[in-house]
């Protein structure tokens, strides 16, 4: 139940106040390709998209994802 607890407030800041996420590891759903989840470093958010920037850790790669639509799980900071 904690954990759930936990998902569910990490949930409410990336939807809510995702700006002071930057720096944060998430791991994000992905519907297409074989793989569905994968983790990245969010390193930028634009207020008027409302689009969080992550760097993909697998092939390095910036991707531009809507929290409001996209899965996504805080998984620690740039520090852990």
């Known amino acids: ?3 759930w607890f936990e998902l569910q407030d990490g949930q409410r800041i ?5 700006s002071v996420l930057v720096g944060y590891r998430v791991e994000v759903y992905r ?6 989840w ?3 470093v969010i390193v930028s958010y634009n207020e008027a998209t409302r689009d969080l ?3 993909d850790d697998t092939v390095l790669e910036e991707h531009n994802e809507d929290p409001c639509i996209v ?3 805080l ?3 740039g520090g852990t």
């Open 1 to 3: 139940v904690q954990r």
């Open 71 to 73: 899965q996504m799980r």
């Open 14 to 18: 990336l939807v809510t106040t995702p």
């Open 75 to 77: 998984i620690g900071d």
């Open 31 to 36: 519907a297409e390709g074989t793989t569905q």
């Open 38 to 40: 994968y983790t990245a």
């Open 53 to 55: 920037t992550v760097t």
